[in-house]
């Protein structure tokens, strides 16, 4: 009896149509495109405009894509997770309602939230699901509504963020690709520097925290960089090393899209050649859990069965970490 390991087997997504670019911003706060350039490397994002859509819509809409592209049926999935830090609503789980939505009757779903390291926890859990033996078809989704939270005179946050959803498919594989290896992190230090601070329960919902502003991301962006550069370059090189790989060996490198500046501090740590290195940021910007499935999405081209990629993530708490997994199949 061959290992079971966890593989990704299909990809899908979807941003929302309207784009609100370094220009328009120029027009709401006091930035301007050279700036927010030079330090993020983000010149626009996708935004959710419609007030009555929420993460759910941009959820299914990437696990339609999904399911559409790979000829998956829905009836056939056995769970799904929604990775997110904007649910539609606080107690009904989020996750739920996709799955009901998208068709997937057979499914239990539910929410997993770690900030900006959603996505990557996810594909942990996931995966430990498939390998247990008693799941075959794990839909995987990561999908936020940045938007829903942001403020828009918040120079500080407002330029770093979008909305977007992505979605993989993980089933079992016995010829030894998929999920290989990982090294998860978390530290409640980072609690002060990444949060919202009402809307919980400590601070819940009133008069006075919605005239404060208190229900949107504050970030302690200096501090918050300093732990982001240190903490996904240590656990990507811990990654190559448990695993004895080189640069040579690492083909790809699925870093999450909060700031251009920690992506290139990770690949230099890694010694990865440029070419190694995806990056999207600059057309969506910090869709927080959808990050390192979008870039899945928007680079599934270029993957070939056998692939080494390496994934990295880090966000608010402070969670981080990083998967080692390999390829599964080629594009057809």
């Not at 859509?53 to 999935?77: C, V």
């Not at 290195?277 to 993957?303: C, M, R, W």
């Amino acid at each position: 009896m061959n290992k079971i390991t966890a593989a990704i087997t299909a990809v899908g997504a979807y941003v929302p149509d309207y784009v609100l670019s370094n220009q328009v911003l120029e027009t709401m706060v006091d930035t301007n495109d050279e700036w927010i350039t030079s330090r993020t490397g983000i010149k626009e994002r996708r935004i959710l405009k419609d007030k009555d859509k929420g993460t759910s819509f941009l959820a299914i809409k990437a696990a339609q894509d999904l399911l559409q592209k790979s000829g998956t049926k829905p009836e056939d999935i056995d769970m799904v997770l929604l990775a997110t830090a904007t649910p539609d609503m606080p107690v009904a789980a989020t996750a739920v309602y996709v799955a009901s939505q998208i068709g997937a009757v057979n499914a239990f779903a539910y929410d997993l939230q770690a900030a900006c390291s959603s996505f990557l926890y996810g594909m942990s859990t996931a995966s430990a699901y498939i390998q247990s033996g008693r799941y075959k078809k794990v839909l995987l989704i990561g999908a936020d509504k940045m938007s829903s939270i942001i403020d828009y005179t918040d120079r500080a946050t407002c330029i770093i963020f979008g909305d977007g959803a992505g979605a993989v498919l993980f089933e079992p594989n016995e010829e030894g690709y998929g999920l290989q290896d990982e090294y998860l992190r978390s530290d409640g230090i980072g609690r002060e520097y990444l949060k919202i601070d009402a809307g919980g329960s400590i601070l819940p919902a009133s008069e006075e925290t919605v005239a404060n502003k208190q229900h949107y991301v504050f970030q302690d962006g200096k501090t918050v960089f300093k732990y982001a550069v240190s903490n996904m370059a240590d656990v990507s090189e811990k990654i190559m090393n448990r695993n004895n790989l080189s640069h040579d060996d690492v083909d790809w490198l699925i870093a999450h899209q909060a700031n251009k500046r920690i992506i290139d501090a990770t690949a230099s740590r890694m010694n990865l050649d440029e070419s190694k290195v995806l990056v999207n940021i600059e057309k969506y910007g910090n869709t927080t859990s959808a990050t390192l499935p979008l870039l899945l999405s928007d680079f599934e081209h270029q993957f070939k069965k056998g692939d080494n990629l390496v994934f990295a993530s880090f966000g608010g708490g402070f969670t981080w970490g990083s998967i080692y997994l390999k390829w599964a199949y080629d594009k057809k």
